[in-house]
């Protein structure tokens, strides 16, 4: 049972937008840390995608946003493609005897 | 150019303790604001949190897991070690260790490295 809680699985066609929630409570993303999302193809290592909320390393196309609101955050991707396909997790931080840092439990994108 | 590279056994019996060893290039520990992290993810599961350790030697360890985990750092062969105690076949999973500097999410990431506990 991880932390931050999102969706198992999202799906869209080509070309649509989709978005990921991560949902948290009042000792991580509700205290104000600061949510990190990462991108991980099948068989390699994550990759960040989007740091502090909704900022974007240099590399990540601009069509990938992320924000956050109250106790949850939200990855949203446009102009879906067929690379977009991936498992995404959030991350934040937090103050109660979960540990320090926490992840969310991971969503398979799926491009259809 | 940061990376970082995970390395340890492949194969460890139960109730042995797994040493990893994470050899980062292109940054030093010893610089303000850098931390190394180690995450692991058992095979076809999420992401876990174990522990960090910042370039002023403070360590953070997961509250689960904290009485089984050790880190240390060696700055002068870019090297941070983990070790977990009492192995168990739950915690067969790929170990990762990722840098995270002051103002950033985790990033870059080693390729992970396998590890199976068994008998």
């Known amino acids: 049972q991880s932390v931050l809680t999102q969706p198992p699985s999202v799906s869209g066609a080509p070309g649509q937008r989709v978005t990921i929630s991560c949902t948290g409570s009042?000792?991580?993303?509700?205290?104000?840390?600061?949510v990190h999302w990462y991108k991980q193809l099948p068989g390699t290592a994550p990759k960040l995608l989007i740091y502090n909320n909704n900022n974007r390393p240099s590399g990540v196309p601009d069509r990938f946003s992320g924000s956050k609101s109250g106790t949850s955050a939200s990855l949203a991707i446009t102009g879906l493609q067929a690379e977009d396909e991936a498992d995404y997790y959030c991350q934040s931080y937090d103050s109660s005897l979960s540990g320090p840092v926490v992840f969310g439990g991971g969503t398979k994108l799926t491009v259809l | 150019q940061v990376t970082l590279r995970e390395s340890g056994p492949a194969l460890v019996k139960p109730t042995q303790t797994l040493t990893l060893t994470c050899t980062f290039s292109g940054f030093s520990l010893s610089t303000s604001g850098m931390c190394v992290s180690w995450i692991r993810q058992p095979p076809g599961k999420a992401l876990e949190w174990l522990a960090r350790i910042d370039w002023d030697d403070d360590k953070y360890y997961s509250t689960s897991l904290k009485t089984r985990l050790s880190i240390s750092k060696d700055t002068s062969k870019n090297q941070v070690v983990l070790t977990m105690t009492n192995m168990d076949p739950v915690d067969t999973a790929t170990y990762y260790c990722a840098r995270r500097s002051s103002g950033s999410g985790l990033d870059p990431w080693g390729q992970g490295t396998l590890v199976t506990v068994s008998s």
């Open positions: 009042s000792s991580n993303i509700g205290a104000g840390y600061d």
